[in-house]
């Protein structure tokens, strides 16, 4: 226990000191904070060119025109109820489809139109964009075009059914459990933010442990102390750097964000402001999570000598979490799936699949307790695993060992 | 305080690397643990430290079976390495730590090794800053550091200059001198000589010889006598003793100033001066042949090879009788 605090002091120390560490840190932390400061800087200079851009407003709007072509052999089209629908677009009605497509090969038309019947039109755009809304707000006109000229030839007020057709309705959302919805960005934020923990710490003790190898520090590190207290040491080093690291960088994002809270034009805050009980879940499983990975990294890291054989090793536990991974966020839209209920119990997934079906699904108590037990007995063992393959492992140089040939010696060796 | 191993045999993925090693050695001495490359030495002083655990035999410390505490043992490994980017107290400090120091003993530890080992100047300086030999000087020193009472050298002496190698030697024989177990393997035969009053050759996987050095020598050289002579080249008096004396010896080497010969039972130093002076050898020196441990060695180990060999052809002539005879 003694050389396991000594271990643990000096890998945090390593942490600390290394340049790397440091700068990457404070940068982040830099670019969440001036981040957060933009809007402030954005709105003190927009409030004193606020009257100046008023007096431009008017003067700009023509040079903003989008242009877009048309071509309507019938004359379905009412021109004043289509512009009314298209603000600040202006229609160049042409006298056949191919000129339509011409305007818009030349891009002189940001996209065409060629109207074949009332209810039926052909769209042209040379580059889709990727949110383009032009057919959509199209079809909407044409549909209404069709329930004006239902009004015309029926008799009907045109003004009472737009009155009717647009009549507004007041809905208040009382969500009494989860909501999904809102709960899906930070749940998706925060599954991403683990899996980048994961591999980017494990891939820095699975390294660790190689250099030591590799330098033949380990040579005399073995026979100084026990190879599961260094392996541990080493781990739980690195889960204290990252859990630090982590609150520095979201401490700077959030403070920063409260800060300046009252120049965000949107409510930043409602993403960020997540339930306790998810924030506890997300600690208990995420760490449990970091922990288990970290072992299995150190663990792969001693099966090699040199620093260019670590990707092979380390091939392994990256394969294993890119797989938890997609298999959570593409499970996320069915959250109480059985895909997702197994993965919640795993600990090789539980880390993810259970914070987010407490985050977003829906789970009894009993079975986050069943789920993390499991989690922290697979760390114990995995630890002491990691510690056996790591000893054993450590004083074989030269070829990389497989695991499975790891896995059989300790076997054998018991 | 006595370290000894009882038929230790250890395996690797089925095949046998110590096949029951037995030597053992006592505090205030050093044993010179010899033997080729992979001849099984590494994996022994490993076994000592309990980083490997032997198949079978046990290792025991005043007869009680030997569990080290990480304290107890000093272990300078051949391949040697530290932290390249530590400085060199920063990392001696850690490893006294490891091996149980408090935080001020680790210092004041470290202090005293850096300086005893004339290297306290560089106390700051990171490792891989440092000239190959006091770096070498330092990983001894962080051997030390935790004040063991077993000490394992392996290779020493390697990259040291004679300057040094005689700071190194010093320390060494302080190590002896406080009553410390010092078990010291190296292929430089004459620091073994030098420090060693026992040694254990390994070869193949097991103790080919073991024992008090200076009997060791005495056994090897019974029997044997040098001799040269003034009116006589070397190769001129081996022809004369392969020729005219083969009734009384047989030649067993020629060294750089002698003739070495293996005198036959039944006969004396006198009938032999006798028989030198009736074929007109005029001796200029004559006397008892004490063997270099190198001679003791490489006898020794050339030994088990050529009985590895023959027995190798053995096995395989059975094989080449059988394959003649049916053709016949």
Redesign the interface.
């Known amino acids: 226990m ?2 396991f605090g ?2 643990l002091k ?1 890998e945090l120390a390593n942490y600390f000191k290394s340049k790397s560490y440091v700068i990457s840190t404070l940068l982040i932390c830099l670019v969440c904070v001036v981040i957060m400061f933009v809007p402030r800087f954005i709105k003190n200079d927009k409030s004193a060119k606020d009257d100046k851009e008023v007096a431009e407003s008017a003067e700009s709007k023509d040079g903003e025109v989008t242009y877009m072509a048309l071509y309507d052999a019938e004359g379905f089209v009412d021109m004043e109820l289509l512009q009314g629908y298209f603000y600040g677009v202006e229609f160049k009605v042409c006298d056949s489809a191919d000129a339509v497509k011409k305007l818009v090969e030349s891009e002189e038309a940001e996209a065409g139109y060629v109207i074949n019947g009332i209810t039926d039109y052909d769209y042209y755009v040379f580059n889709r964009e990727m949110f383009d809304e032009n057919t959509e707000l199209f079809t909407e006109f044409m549909s209404m075009s069709v329930k004006m000229q239902y009004c015309e030839e029926n008799g009907l007020d045109k003004d009472e059914f737009l009155a009717l057709e647009y009549i507004p309705i007041n809905v208040n959302e009382n969500v009494l459990g989860k909501d999904s919805m809102s709960n899906y960005f930070y749940c998706y934020i925060l599954i991403i933010l683990v899996f980048m923990l994961i591999v980017m710490y494990g891939t820095t003790i699975a390294t660790g442990v190689t250099n ?1 190898k590799s ?11 026990s190879s599961t207290a260094l392996l541990f040491g080493k781990v739980f080093a690195g889960a204290i750097a990252t859990v630090f690291q982590v609150g520095l960088i979201g401490g700077s994002l959030l403070g920063s964000y409260q800060f300046n809270k009252s120049y965000w034009a949107i409510d930043i805050g409602q993403f960020l402001n997540i339930p306790a009980n998810v924030v506890v879940a997300f600690a208990i499983f995420g760490i449990g999570g970091f922990l288990f990975y970290a072992f299995m990294y150190g663990a792969l890291g001693a099966l090699v000598s040199k620093i260019e054989d670590l990707n092979k090793s380390a091939g392994t536990a990256q394969m294993l979490v890119m797989i938890v991974y997609f298999i959570t966020l593409i499970q996320l839209s069915n959250i109480d799936g059985v895909a997702m209920k197994v993965c919640s119990y795993l600990p090789f997934s539980s880390y993810s699949a259970m914070f987010a079906r407490v985050a977003m699904g829906h789970v009894e108590i009993w079975e986050i307790a069943i789920s993390a037990i499991i989690l922290y007995a697979s760390v114990a063992v995995m630890g002491i695993i990691g510690g056996k393959i790591f ?1 054993a492992s450590t ?1 074989r140089y030269g070829n990389p060992i497989k695991l499975s ?1 790891a896995l059989k ?1 300790l076997k054998k ?1 018991e | 305080m006595e370290l000894k191993l009882t038929n230790i045999k250890k395996s690797f993925e089925d095949k046998e690397i110590l096949h029951g090693i037995n030597f053992s050695v006592k505090s205030g001495r050093a044993l010179g643990l010899l033997g080729r490359n992979g001849a099984g030495k590494t994996t022994t002083i490993r076994i000592i430290m309990d980083v490997f655990r032997a198949n079978e035999g046990e290792v025991t410390l005043d007869g009680e079976k030997f569990v080290p505490q990480s304290s107890q043992i000093g272990y300078l490994p051949e391949e040697r390495g530290l932290y390249p980017k530590k400085t060199v107290t920063e990392q001696m400090v850690y490893l006294a730590m490891l091996r149980g120091k408090n935080k001020k003993d680790a210092i004041e530890s470290t202090k005293k090794w850096l300086k005893k080992l004339d290297v306290i100047e560089y106390e700051t300086r990171k490792l891989d800053t440092l000239s190959k030999g006091n770096q070498q000087k330092v990983q001894l020193a962080a051997t030390l550091v935790g004040e063991p009472q077993i000490v394992i050298l392996d290779e020493p002496f390697s990259g040291l200059d004679p300057v040094n190698a005689q700071i190194l030697k010093d320390v060494i024989r302080e190590l002896i001198a406080e009553g410390r177990i010092v078990i010291f393997s190296s292929h430089q035969m004459s620091y073994v000589e030098e420090f060693c009053e026992d040694i254990a050759i390994i070869d193949h996987g097991d103790v080919v010889l073991s024992g008090n050095l200076d009997e060791i020598k005495t056994e090897y050289g019974k029997g044997r006598r040098i001799v040269c002579a003034n009116n006589l080249t070397l190769e001129e008096l081996k022809s004369v003793c392969e020729s005219k004396l083969s009734d009384m010896v047989t030649v067993h080497d020629v060294s750089k100033h002698y003739v070495i010969l293996n005198v036959k039972d039944g006969i004396n130093q006198w009938q032999l001066l006798d028989a030198f002076k009736e074929n007109n050898v005029d001796i200029k020196t004559f006397g008892a042949y004490e063997p270099a441990l190198n001679d003791i060695f490489v006898a020794k180990v050339g030994e088990e090879e050529a009985e590895e060999e023959k027995k190798n052809e053995d096995e395989e002539q059975p094989k080449k009788k059988g394959l003649f005879g049916r053709k016949k």
């Open positions: 003694k050389s000594t271990i000096f030591e330098n033949r520090s380990i040579e005399i590190l073995v026979t100084s102390t000893r004083l040939a010696g060796s």
